[in-house]
């Protein structure tokens, strides 16, 4: 065994082939190179950059104190939460249901590829085109004017509580 009350300086390469143990802080003035695995039984920080050329794996919760960037996929394997707006650049697909739980406002066309149900009432504050036979289960009532620019056809019953002017035979 050796002991030393004083300080040690080593001018040339230093091997030690056991444990090193030191029990206050430890300053380094060039590169650290580990070769092995590195546990941390406490905090890190870091002054500067970090760069990882691998996968990091986080055990617990992850907190970003700022804008994080990622410069590719993000793949979220369980449910996702945000409690601000969601921003998206570029076209957005969902392949199942999507479900908003208050209003929502489009300000451009929306395109609907198969059926459509709408469940509650529906307003439409301008015209409304269909490019194809329409169906209604219901009565259709018009508060205005209507103008039909071809024949109709009525299958039963046709009441009129007004006068009926025909302007032809």
């Not at 004083?6 to 190179?33: E, I």
């Not at 921003?87 to 300000?107: Q, R, W």
């Not at 508060?143 to 299958?155: E, I, K, M, P, R």
């Amino acid at each position: 065994n050796a002991s030393l009350s004083g300080k040690l300086y080593v001018v040339s390469d230093t091997s030690m082939n056991a444990n090193l143990f030191v029990g206050a802080d430890t300053s380094l003035s060039g590169k650290l190179y580990v070769i092995h695995d590195t546990s941390l039984n406490a905090n890190l920080f870091v002054g500067a950059d970090s760069s990882l050329s691998g996968k990091l794996y986080v055990q617990g919760t992850s907190v970003l104190n700022n804008d994080a960037s990622l410069n590719a996929n993000l793949f979220v394997g369980a449910d996702a939460s945000l409690s601000g707006k969601l921003y998206v650049v570029s076209d957005t697909s969902l392949n199942a249901k999507l479900f908003v739980g208050s209003d929502s406002s489009l300000s451009g066309k929306l395109r609907v590829l198969g059926t459509t149900n709408l469940i509650a009432d529906v307003s439409i504050n301008s015209k409304l085109f269909v490019g194809s036979d329409s169906s209604m289960s219901g009565k259709l009532r018009v508060s205005g004017d209507t103008s039909l620019n071809s024949n109709l056809f009525v299958g039963k019953d046709a009441s009129l509580s007004g006068k009926l002017y025909v302007v032809s035979d």
